[in-house]
């Protein structure tokens, strides 16, 4: 008993240290917890790594290695806060690297969707989804931009163009020969000039027509020799390159080619005839509604359109009445073209042709001579089951920018198929509604030639000074 005693006497001092060493424990835990800085002091304590490695991507930027910026924003741990100027840096890499898929979502970063776009940004970028498929293994995407390009028409595309001259593709070299005159470049390109000289007679014909439209009176002598040498369509385009220079009796000879028995002479006549807008031509082109070749009456009615003038409305009312579908449909969109509102019951009565094509070209008649109505029937146009239907619906109203018509393009743009989904991109490139938010969406499609076709169109938008760029 007396052992226990003792026992316990020399547990005590024991129990005593432990809880005296557990409660310094705990006085420790408690302090560190007092003195430890909440979530955003802690966050604060690791913006040195983010500035030391914002001023690393700056120097690795200064010096073109945009590899190495984008391994650097790749780094960045997934819950960390970038700055803009990091994001910008990755972006601008993105760009310098053509890489306009990636560089999407930085500038989604940079400019949320609650805020007004910023040109300086979105047209480089939209610039670059052109330019970074010019080399595409693919032709089709190759000739998606340069036909794109052409359309725009960019002289600070001059290098990428000339380029084209010398792809493989026919229509990639037509395409970038036309972009060169359309971006006013064609006085100084060496290559241009050289394309007269190409082993395809479309990418000749596109160089003669950009260098008489820039009015390069040196390559007179070329144009007179393709003249009296060819007995083809080539011809007749040198007739209209050299008319364009001033040799105003080439109109004669022009007009001789429409009566010519070769079909592809005749139609190039009055394509020709049709862009040239003499006085004296209306009457070729009228008698051109009635050949016995339905590709030439559809190629005379188109012309008309081109001419513009009211004297065409006969011609293309018995247009409408023709056989041929094709030439009916062509018929139909020259009526609109010209402007006069009386021919708005010729045009509504094709509404109900059998050819549904025909009815959406009517329909493209009708909202050009300001018929809202019609968008009701390019509506039911663009439920249609077949595909081509409805993209032929949504090149209808890229003739007005109703908000109606912008609705049923938003909804073309979810298609399943690719063509209606193209049309619909390229119409509301042509719209002057605020539209910038569906393009956007436009280049994220699967579809590479859909992407290109968005990022036309929003050059086409960001060209109109009285565009509102504010995402809705």
């Not at 780094?75 to 803009?84: C, F, G, H, I, N």
């Not at 109900?352 to 493209?364: F, I, K, L």
């Not at 036309?456 to 938008?461: A, Y």
Request: glycine share 6%; proline share 7%.
């Amino acid at each position: 008993m007396v052992n226990d005693r003792r026992s316990g006497t020399l547990q005590r001092p024991r129990r005593c240290a432990v809880t005296a060493h557990l409660r310094m424990l705990l006085l420790l835990t408690l302090w560190t917890i007092v003195v430890s800085p909440p979530p955003a002091e802690a966050r604060t304590l690791t913006a040195p790594t983010g500035s030391a490695l914002e001023h690393e991507a700056t120097d690795a930027f200064k010096h073109a290695e945009y590899d190495r910026v984008l391994k650097l924003w790749q780094s960045l741990p997934p819950e960390t806060t970038p700055s803009k100027p990091l994001i910008r840096l990755a972006f601008q890499s993105s760009l310098k690297l053509g890489r306009p898929e990636e560089a999407l979502p930085l500038y989604q970063k940079l400019v949320p969707a609650d805020q007004q776009d910023d040109p300086a940004l979105l047209r480089p970028l939209a610039l670059s989804f052109l330019t970074s498929h010019v080399r595409d293994s693919q032709e089709y995407v190759r000739i998606a931009a340069y036909t794109v390009l052409a359309e725009l028409g960019l002289a600070e595309t001059e290098a990428v163009l000339e380029d084209g001259l010398l792809d493989t593709s026919v229509l990639v070299r037509a395409r970038a020969a036309e972009a060169i005159g359309k971006a006013g470049l064609a006085g100084k390109s060496g290559p241009l000039r050289r394309a007269l000289n190409d082993v395809m007679p479309a990418v000749r014909i596109a160089a003669m027509n950009a260098l008489s439209e820039a009015k390069v009176t040196d390559i007179m002598p070329h144009l007179i020799e393709i003249a009296r040498t060819d007995n083809g369509p080539e011809a007749v385009f040198a007739y209209a390159a050299l008319y364009r220079l001033g040799k105003q009796d080439m109109l004669t000879d022009i007009t001789g080619a429409a009566t010519l028995p070769d079909p592809d002479v005749r139609m190039a006549a009055l394509g020709v005839l049709g862009r040239l807008k003499s006085p004296s031509s209306l009457s070729v082109l009228s008698q051109g509604v009635y050949d016995p070749e339905p590709s030439v009456r559809a190629f005379a009615a188109g012309a008309l359109g081109d001419y513009g003038v009211v004297g065409g409305v006969a011609p293309l009312t018995h247009g409408l009445g023709d056989e041929s579908a094709r030439v009916r449909a062509v018929a139909a969109t020259s009526l609109g073209r010209l402007g006069v509102r009386e021919n708005q019951p010729l045009l509504r009565a094709l509404t109900r042709d059998a050819n549904m094509q025909v009815r959406a070209s009517a329909v493209e008649g009708l909202l050009r001579l300001g018929d809202r109505s019609a968008i009701l029937l390019a509506a039911d146009l663009a439920r249609h089951q077949d595909p081509s239907i409805r993209a032929a619906a949504a090149h209808a109203l890229a003739a007005t920018s109703d908000k109606q018509a912008v609705a049923v393009l938003q909804t073309l743009l979810q298609d399943q198929q690719p063509q209606p989904r193209l049309l619909a991109v390229k119409a509301l490139g042509k719209s002057a509604a605020p539209v910038a938010p569906l393009l956007k969406k436009g280049l994220q499609d699967s579809d590479v030639a859909i992407r290109l076709a968005a990022a036309g169109s929003l050059l086409q938008q960001l060209r109109r000074p009285t565009t509102a760029h504010k995402v809705r």
